[in-house]
């Protein structure tokens, strides 16, 4: 089978680059798990309290799987519908000194990651791109695609005192629903800025890929529709919508059951070979390889391909820090109604920092429910009281280039090495958060391992010139013409913000470069 263009992996990256080249004799190549089975419930508490178990743990009771040790079973995947999306490359993580910490897996699911991301699109800025040793592109080379990716997506905010840090917007949706305790922060926010503005942080409204009207036959977000990580699909966007559209309409072709193992570059084409789950090999050609497997699976594949195994590669991540506050003047507010769980954004004013304000309400309350040693009935009533009152910080720190170290060991299985986040922040953050009525104190941080962000980046940076293992400024591998990497291994460092817009922003305009190429 010949085409013009492959695309491989289906998760952002790749869905933004397919749709740059569509109906140009384009085919995803994609492993593509889904569901194996349509969940019962809308949400998770509903199973809960059905007494649904098998919804809960799983026919196999596999959400108990390691159950010991919780950081073998990631956040993402509690729900045991869910745990297709994480069924991917495992890796193993150790510390700086060499100390092992955690295990996880990257994704071979069809979209991605995507299916149980936060919906939070942020956009760089220049300051972003040029703090760390200076990306190789501007900032101004991202920003139309950035606009097009805005309005097809659909990205609910508002433009606040949050919009220095994260990029202004013509073409914004209103934004979600406030919760009872985020209404109170951003009001006392208002009131102390009022009286002296420069009080150390800035708080805004998050930008979230949730339609809050009907638009291009989807309709609006439904309050209630989501627990934590588990989208169902109603105005929340997810890249496997236009995926399937894009497949609907015959623009590209998607095949499914495809693992990418090996690819050979000649001079007028590229030849893969890829297998499926009955170790059956399938050939195909293709003038242009683009690679979007995610930055893990990518950097092992051309690892492995380019016979550099022993190599030690970099790697950047946003180890989450989360810390809980309670506004006790907030206490006794039932709740009537579930929030979209990321609220509010905020950064001290060193511009390190992003903090995203979740409410816990949006969150998966299963876990919570279960946690209460009381009967199930009144754990259900007292958080009603206590979970309005309270906002859950999760700071993300700027990562550099050399934060990290990516290599396959002798098994060919991959390691990483990272440190943990030292954030020295939190003091800060808790003094001004009292200020405005919020309550909490610094062993509550709960300091997520490395990996477990899953803003991973930098494996194959971008380079105007491009040594071995690092990516042209076109998404070209460096001794190729006709290979290029669409995913976040070509990003060169971690700016304190969430990079999916920018991963497909970038993605989308190394496709338009390729289309542009000439050969």
């Not at 071979?108 to 939070?120: C, F, H, I, P, S």
């Not at 990580?229 to 499914?256: C, H, V």
């Amino acid at each position: 089978m010949e085409y013009d263009y492959l695309i491989v992996g289906s998760g952002p990256g790749g869905v933004s680059a397919a749709r740059q080249l569509c109906y140009a004799n384009t085919a995803i190549l994609d492993v593509g798990y889904t569901p194996d089975r349509k969940f019962k419930h809308s949400k998770l508490s509903e199973a809960l309290e059905s007494g649904d178990m098998e919804s809960l743990l799983g026919s196999n009771w596999e959400t108990l799987d390691n159950i010991e040790n919780e950081f073998n079973i990631h956040r993402k995947i509690k729900s045991a519908d869910l745990r297709y999306v994480m069924n991917g490359e495992f890796f193993r993580v150790y510390d700086s000194n060499g100390r092992f910490i955690t295990k996880g897996n990257g994704s071979y699911a069809k979209g991605g990651m995507a299916n149980v991301w936060g919906a939070q699109l942020l956009k760089y800025n220049k300051k972003d791109l040029d703090e760390v040793n200076g990306w190789p592109i501007s900032i101004n080379e991202l920003e139309a695609y950035y606009t097009e990716l805005e309005d097809h997506i659909g990205i609910s905010g508002v433009n606040d005192d949050m919009s220095q840090f994260l990029g202004e917007s013509d073409n914004l949706l209103p934004p979600v629903e406030l919760s009872i305790t985020s209404k109170y922060l951003l009001n006392n926010y208002n009131l102390l800025k009022a009286a002296k503005p420069d009080i150390g942080i800035k708080i805004g409204r998050a930008g979230v890929a949730v339609s809050t009207v009907d638009r291009n036959g989807f309709a609006k977000y439904k309050a209630g529709s989501t627990e934590f990580f588990k989208p169902t699909g109603e105005g929340i966007y997810n890249p496997k919508n236009t995926l399937d559209s894009l497949i609907q309409n015959k623009s590209i072709s998607y095949f499914s059951n495809q693992k990418l193992i090996k690819y050979k570059e000649f001079e007028d084409y590229v030849e893969i070979i890829t297998t499926n789950n009955k170790n059956e090999y399938n050939h195909y050609k293709t003038k242009h390889l683009l690679l979007a497997c995610g930055t893990i699976q990518t950097a092992k594949l051309v690892l492995m391909n380019e016979q550099l195994t022993n190599a030690r590669i970099n790697f950047v991540d946003h180890p989450p820090i989360l810390l809980p506050f309670i506004f006790p003047k907030c206490i006794g507010n039932i709740i009537n109604n579930d929030y979209f769980p990321i609220q509010l954004t905020a950064t001290l004013n060193n511009k390190r920092d992003m903090i995203s304000l979740y409410h816990p309400a949006g969150m998966m309350k299963t876990e919570y429910l279960l946690q209460l040693p009381i009967p199930l009935n009144l754990s259900k009533n007292v958080l009603s009281l206590l979970l309005n009152s309270m906002l859950i910080a999760q700071i993300w720190e700027t990562s550099t280039e050399n934060n990290g170290c990516f290599y396959l060991d002798d098994n060919c299985d991959i390691c990483i090495k990272y440190p943990y986040p030292k954030n020295n922040n939190i003091f800060k953050l808790i003094y001004l958060m009292f200020k405005m009525g919020g309550i909490s104190v610094p062993n509550l941080a709960s300091r997520y391992p490395p990996t477990w962000g899953y803003h991973h980046a930098g494996t194959l940076p971008m380079s105007l010139e491009p040594g071995l293992l690092q990516t042209h400024t076109d998404g070209r591998l460096w001794k190729y013409k006709r290979i290029r990497v669409i995913d976040g291994s070509v990003l060169p460092s971690l700016p304190a913000k969430n990079h999916s817009l920018t991963l497909m922003a970038n993605s989308a305009r190394i496709a338009d470069l390729t289309k542009k190429c000439g050969y």
